[in-house]
């Protein structure tokens, strides 16, 4: 039998948000980290002084090369989650990529299918479900201390907050659309995540663009406001609202779900239930999370279904998918799983 590892090599490309994932895999005990590639030498340069990495490129391609690179988190504009991800696999590397998964359902689609061909994990960075109340909930859901889960609604609502007004966040091309894909596919994942991951199937949204002043120079071609509604198979329904800029009060992240024998929000962490007829409000204190880093290096170690799977990636890409469809149509669209 094989020698089992006793860690995991990663790399990290890109490094905005992609600090945070090196980071996490600096801290995880079964994680060492053997490159980092970036195409901006002062990030690259500033990464490797501060973590004292060695082997940093500015073409992701001559990390991909490292024979002892067993796997990588990709941390780009959206628009190259693809391509990179399918370098990566083919390269015969396991991949954790940064949400949204891609521009759409199609190439997540495509993303998957060759990590399948490949035999390699494809993981999304899902963060918030690695969050110790969103597992604290997703064990009360699974253990039937909700009943049936018939409702939710989140959000995640701006009043002022457009990601690099101007750059790649705010160009659709590169971005695949506005607060929808930027900050609704936390949400609604995080949602559907508590609510037990139903199939969604009908999907009603709009989306539009109110606040062009707001960025002023560069491009600005995808919404600042999103609504949506969705149905799923097993006849629960989620609302939706998220806003980069919007007249609203202050910033405002929310998620709740409603079932017939509980319901919970979140920020601060309470559920609402009811015992023997007296209704009760339950404050769990300070549940402790998972680090997403520590899981990925596990998962590739034992072979075990990453808590935020490729197929999730895809499934919401296909809700983002159809919100922005319904606006154009002004119907309701209907998903297919064919
Ligand atoms: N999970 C979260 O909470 C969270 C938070 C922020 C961003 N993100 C996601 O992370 C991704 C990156 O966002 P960001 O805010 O870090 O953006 P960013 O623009 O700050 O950083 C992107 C980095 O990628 C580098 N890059 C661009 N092209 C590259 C290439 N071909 N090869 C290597 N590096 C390249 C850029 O030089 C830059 O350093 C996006 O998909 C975004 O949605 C996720």
Redesign the pocket.
Known sequence: MPKKKKKINFGV??????RFHLEGYLKAPNAEVVGL????EN?LENAKDHYGIKKVFTD?KDLLDMKELDAVSI????F??KP?TIDALKAGKHVMV???MALNAEEGQEMLETAKKNDLILML?F?NRYRGDIQYIKKCVEAGDFGEIYFAKTGWIRRRGI??AGG?FTTKAKSGGGPLI?LGV?VIDMTMYMMGSPKPVAVSGCVVQKFPQVVGKGTFDVEDFASGYVRFENGATMAVEISWAMNCASERQYSEIYGTKAGATLNPLTIWSDRNGILEDISPQNPKGLSQFEHFADCIMTGKIPISPGEHGVLMMKVLDAIYESSKTKKEVIINWD
């Open positions: 490309i890109g490094l905005g948000m992609g590639a970036d195409i901006n990030r992701y941390a780009v504009p959206n190259l989650h990179i940064e949400k949204p960075h963060n990601p690099g790649w930027d936390h």
